[in-house]
């Protein structure tokens, strides 16, 4: 705590321009009505005494009749024995606990003056002494007064009370941002948090915790945590998050549950360091009764996806900037997973339309299967309600029966008609990785909706924060709630964390730097940069490239239709050809975290075996990720970087930078010739390093697609419309050879045909770079 041991200025002049924000500087008539405070002087009195006379000497120079009125009542009040007890009247019955505006006022200099004297904010030893010390230090308040006193004069330090933050949500990102913030604000900063799937529970030795109820809904899915991000907590953070064993899959990052990563910060946020710093509410909040959270500075929402904060307070600048379908098998097995997970990344990054995520120290984990439109209206229960998180469908056990928790109305209607072409695709996903049909425990659609605010902060209205103390507070967003990103790439939840670091950082700069006062919006203008730079970096480079390439129902549809056409013997050549070069890219990776195995082939037919032709077929047409849009220097939150990470991060950018740079001065196109175009830099060329793609793996034109049968999904029309894209075809000048038209299946099948296995040029870099879970190269 910052002692408030005064210094004297004579000079008016140096007085005028204090030397720190926080430095408060008081007239000389204070210190003459409070007295000396010499031990040694004759005057003896106690720092209430002082205190009450202060008080009286102070309501005689005020011209407001009622204030002088009332500071006498308060001062000959019997029931105020304290310097605290006389401040905290202060505040209720002068001030009615609230600020009117950020500028100070001489009656509350008076009373800073007479707590800092009484040495208050040194000694916070009660909730009340707290609240007095959070009102009349708040720190978004003016510490002087303006104009500044003048003539002699003496300086204290602001001993600013706590800011506080009402965080909607109880996620992982509201997590990681509790812990972030309490971390960082080292008590300058109180967090309250807010969760509907909290309950307190009594521990058996008395102690009371908060936990989720046996009957909370818990997601199932197992995500990807980047190392470039996990490495940015703290150590006992990070420690907590994987318990000391994290389990390496794709290479420079560690899968876990979800609900993992929420018992795990939910433990470590109820840590004994943060007590009295973030408070946990087991309730829900809603916009119509946000006054029950009381008064805070800043509302973070992190109350995911669907979240009312961002729909309530940045509406208008919400941005949908496409959207894809998936199906989602939720499983859980004894013990571990069927394949080993080198052989499980193998076979899922050698094609899109599955994809495993799973953890084989759990047995637990997602299959997931990107969905055309017409497959996505099929995800239904017997009952014609399409399965969702919220009421997710069931396959029936091998005697008929349905399984325990679910009504005989969720049986997932799909698994009910066991020769149609839609289950033969979702059983050939679980074959694909070994799993049996009761290993599945729940099934849900999931729509992947890319969007994102345009701002991440804004000014709450007066209206909605009755319980405020002041004139306004701020709003802010993170994790789902900004921004929703495609999950093929697994980046969703590393945003949020990186969110929630930064927010943690910038919050707690910008308060020890004085830009809290007066609670200006540019306060957080450092965060709101870096959620802006986040989105542009997942979404325009991870997003949407998946989007434009096969993640649009629209473009799934088109290439699916087209799969009959190539021949069975190559599908599963051209499957085994790219996962081989996969498995052989991979092993060789010094971040691989598996043994090298040699007979990778053979196990790979052995699995491809089992599947239906046209699987395989819809398998091989499904096409490698667009890597090289994916690929550049990762959105960081800088001030949690150490220093030598913020070194290496800052060379690689660098680094990027030099052959942008010299890529641009070599590549200086020749001014187009007659019909010439510029060489497309966009969405379907090869991943860095490779060669350019063959003329026959040119996705469709626009025309092409609206000339078939498709019919143009309101996914791509989005995308369409967003900023920077374009739809398949579209805007993208065509540097090799015209896309595709309504025969465009000449193309995919002769370039499967003509190759057998994928060439080289195409899959080399592409897949190597172990697509899109890995950091690139
Ligand atoms: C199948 C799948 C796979 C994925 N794989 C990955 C991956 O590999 N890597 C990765 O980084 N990301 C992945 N993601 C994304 C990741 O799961 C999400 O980005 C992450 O869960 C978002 O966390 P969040 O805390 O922002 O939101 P949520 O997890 O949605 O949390 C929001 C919380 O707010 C609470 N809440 C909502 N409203 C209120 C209210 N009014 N009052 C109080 N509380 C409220 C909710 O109960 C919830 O606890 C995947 C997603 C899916 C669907």
């Given amino acids: 705590?910052?002692?408030?041991?005064?210094?004297?200025?004579?000079?008016?002049?140096?007085?005028?321009?204090?030397?720190?924000?926080?430095?408060?500087?008081?007239?000389?008539?204070?210190?003459?009505?409070?007295?000396?405070?010499?031990?040694?002087?004759?005057?003896?009195?106690?720092?209430?005494?002082?205190?009450?006379?202060?008080?009286?000497?102070?309501?005689?120079?005020?011209?407001?009749?009622?204030?002088?009125?009332?500071?006498?009542?308060?001062?000959?009040?019997?029931?105020?024995?304290?310097?605290?007890?006389?401040?905290?009247?202060?505040?209720?019955?002068?001030?009615?606990?609230?600020?009117?505006?950020?500028?100070?006022?001489?009656?509350?200099?008076?009373?800073?003056?007479?707590?800092?004297?009484?040495?208050?904010?040194?000694?916070?030893?009660?909730?009340?002494?707290?609240?007095?010390?959070?009102?009349?230090f708040d720190p978004t308040l003016e510490r002087n007064l303006n104009p500044l006193p003048t003539g002699e004069?003496?300086?204290?330090?602001?001993?600013?009370?706590?800011?506080?933050?009402?965080?909607?949500?109880?996620?992982?990102?509201?997590?990681?941002?509790?812990?972030?913030?309490?971390?960082?604000g080292a008590g300058s900063v109180e967090v309250h948090m807010y969760e509907k799937r909290w309950v307190e529970k009594q521990l058996p030795n008395g102690e009371i915790v908060v936990d989720y109820p046996p009957t909370a809904r818990r997601r199932d899915q197992v995500v990807t945590l980047q190392d470039s991000v996990t490495s940015l907590l703290s150590r006992p953070s990070y420690q907590a998050l994987f318990a000391g064993r994290p389990e390496r899959v794709w290479p420079g990052s560690a899968n876990i549950q979800i609900r993992k990563v929420e018992d795990r910060f939910l433990k470590r946020v109820q840590d004994p360091e943060f007590q009295g710093l973030v408070f946990l509410h087991c309730e829900g909040v809603t916009r119509e009764d946000l006054a029950k959270v009381g008064d805070f500075h800043v509302l973070l929402g992190a109350d995911g996806a669907a979240s009312w904060v961002r729909q309530s307070y940045f509406h208008g600048y919400e941005n949908e900037r496409g959207r894809s379908y998936a199906l989602g098998l939720a499983f859980d097995r004894p013990a571990g997973l069927p394949w080993s997970q080198s052989l499980n990344v193998f076979l899922t990054l050698g094609q899109t339309r599955?994809?495993?995520?799973?953890?084989?120290?759990?047995?637990?984990?997602?299959?997931?299967?990107?969905?055309?439109?017409?497959?996505?209206?099929?995800?239904?229960?017997?009952?014609?309600?399409?399965?969702?998180?919220?009421?997710?469908?069931?396959?029936?056990?091998?005697?008929?029966?349905?399984?325990?928790?679910?009504?005989?109305?969720?049986?997932?209607?799909?698994?009910?008609?066991?020769?149609?072409?839609?289950?033969?695709?979702?059983?050939?996903?679980?074959?694909?990785?070994?799993?049996k049909d009761e290993e599945v425990i729940n099934v849900v659609r999931i729509p992947i909706v890319v969007q994102a605010v345009r701002e991440g902060v804004q000014l709450l209205p007066p209206q909605d924060s009755i319980n405020v103390k002041r004139p306004h507070a701020l709003v802010a967003v993170a994790g789902d709630a900004a921004m929703t990103v495609h999950f093929w790439p697994g980046r969703g939840l590393n945003s949020g964390i990186k969110a929630g670091l930064s927010l943690g950082d910038e919050l707690v700069h910008?308060?020890?730097?004085?830009?809290?006062?007066?609670?200006?919006?540019?306060?957080?203008?450092?965060?709101?940069?870096?959620?802006?730079?986040?989105?542009?970096?997942?979404?325009?480079?991870r997003s949407i490239p998946i989007l434009n390439q096969s993640g649009s129902p629209e473009m799934l549809g088109w290439l699916l239709q087209k799969a009959n056409s190539v021949p069975d013997a190559v599908a599963i050549e051209w499957l085994i050809g790219a996962m081989t070069q996969i498995a052989d890219r991979l092993q060789r990776r010094d971040d691989w975290s598996y043994d090298f195995v040699e007979n990778v082939e053979p196990q790979l037919r052995i699995v491809l075996r089992q599947l239906a032709p046209l699987t395989l077929k819809e398998m091989a047409v499904s096409f490698p990720w667009p890597t090289r849009e994916m690929?550049?220097?990762?959105?960081?939150?800088?001030?949690?970087?150490?220093?030598?990470?913020?070194?290496?991060?800052?060379?690689?950018l660098w680094g990027l930078l030099k052959d942008e740079k010299s890529k641009d001065s070599r590549a200086a196109p020749p001014p187009p010739q007659?019909?010439?175009?510029?060489?497309?830099?966009?969405?379907?060329?090869?991943p860095k390093g490779g060669k350019a793609r063959p003329a026959s793996l040119m996705p469709p034109s626009r025309d092409s697609l609206d000339s078939g049968s498709l019919r143009r999904s309101n996914a791509t029309q989005s995308v369409r419309h967003s900023r920077n894209l374009s739809v398949p075809g579209e805007g993208a000048p065509r540097a090799r050879s015209p896309s595709p038209g309504p025969g465009g299946e000449v193309s995919l099948s002769r370039m499967l045909t003509v190759h057998k296995k994928p060439p080289s040029s195409v899959l080399g870099d592409a897949l190597s770079l172990a697509l899109f879970r890995v950091e690139a190269e």
């Fill in 1 to 136: 705590m910052p002692t408030a041991i005064p210094f004297r200025k004579r000079d008016p002049g140096v007085a005028a321009q204090t030397a720190s924000f926080n430095d408060i500087v008081f007239p000389k008539i204070y210190e003459e009505a409070w007295g000396s405070s010499d031990p040694n002087s004759l005057d003896q009195r106690t720092d209430f005494d002082r205190a009450r006379i202060f008080l009286m000497r102070i309501a005689n120079m005020t011209p407001d009749p009622l204030i002088i009125q009332e500071l006498r009542n308060i001062v000959s009040n019997p029931q105020n024995k304290t310097v605290q007890a006389l401040a905290t009247a202060i505040q209720h019955r002068i001030f009615g606990n609230s600020h009117g505006s950020f500028a100070t006022t001489p009656l509350m200099q008076s009373v800073r003056f007479m707590l800092l004297k009484s040495r208050v904010p040194e000694l916070i030893l009660s909730d009340r002494t707290r609240s007095v010390v959070d009102f009349f």
């Fill in 510 to 541: 910008a308060l020890n730097s004085g830009k809290f006062i007066g609670m200006p919006i540019n306060a957080m203008k450092e965060y709101n940069d870096f959620i802006l730079k986040l989105q542009g970096r997942e979404h325009d480079k």
């Fill in 153 to 184: 004069v003496s300086v204290y330090k602001y001993v600013p009370g706590r800011l506080k933050v009402a965080i909607i949500g109880g996620g992982p990102t509201a997590l990681a941002s509790a812990i972030a913030i309490a971390e960082k």
């Fill in 354 to 435: 599955y994809l495993l995520n799973a953890s084989d120290h759990d047995g637990r984990g997602y299959l997931n299967m990107q969905l055309t439109e017409e497959e996505w209206h099929k995800m239904l229960s017997v009952d014609g309600q399409p399965v969702h998180f919220g009421r997710p469908g069931c396959f029936r056990k091998p005697d008929g029966s349905i399984p325990e928790g679910f009504e005989p109305s969720q049986v997932f209607a799909p698994s009910e008609d066991r020769s149609s072409p839609l289950w033969t695709s979702i059983s050939d996903g679980l074959k694909l990785f070994g799993f």
């Fill in 674 to 686: 007659n019909g010439d175009r510029p060489t497309s830099s966009a969405r379907f060329e090869a």
């Fill in 631 to 652: 690929a550049g220097a990762e959105v960081l939150p800088i001030r949690s970087m150490k220093a030598e990470e913020k070194q290496k991060w800052l060379n690689n």
